[in-house]
């Protein structure tokens, strides 16, 4: 009885961690960054609409909810320039259609002048502006799928 116990409270200690993703844990790390990047100071928006959503987003708090933390990874690269934004709601993001709405406007969807595309999974929201061809984003994108199943 009592190794019953003590492994079903190791299994939900470890299904607990296992689940508990952070901002942190979501972020390129620098042996991630593909060659040719350089983290850089500043937000770097491919559209303003991107860069005034991250800036101001308790305005928009009634719309997708409110945010318990934020963070930008912004790089530079010859040819390839932008950022990644990570956001952790307190609850599970709801501004689905707001933020396509602003992102893409009437198209809902991305394009050449309006590249931004974002995963929201539960309480993460991820926000690409870069362009579609990134590199940098195809190596995001890969690390937040396989953290966010």
């Not at 929201?120 to 966010?148: Q, R, T, V, Y």
Request: charged share 25%; aromatic share 12%; with cysteine.
């Amino acid at each position: 009885m009592k190794i019953t116990i003590t492994l079903s409270t190791l299994f939900l200690l470890f299904t607990t961690n296992l689940f508990s993703q952070t901002l942190a844990d979501l972020k390129l790390k620098p042996k991630e960054i593909p060659k040719g990047y350089i983290a850089s100071d500043g937000n770097i928006c491919i559209t303003p609409q991107v860069c005034t959503f991250y800036n101001d987003i308790e305005t928009y708090s009634n719309i997708v909810g409110k945010v318990k933390s934020k963070a930008i990874q912004n790089f530079k690269r010859k040819g390839d320039s932008g950022s990644i934004m990570y956001f952790e709601f307190e609850h599970t993001f709801k501004g689905d259609r707001f933020l396509q709405g602003l992102l893409w406007g009437k198209d809902g969807q991305p394009t050449d002048e309006h590249p931004e595309e974002y995963i929201a999974n539960g309480k993460f929201l991820i926000i690409w502006n870069l362009h579609a061809d990134s590199l940098l984003k195809e190596k995001s994108e890969a690390k937040a799928a396989n953290l966010l199943q």
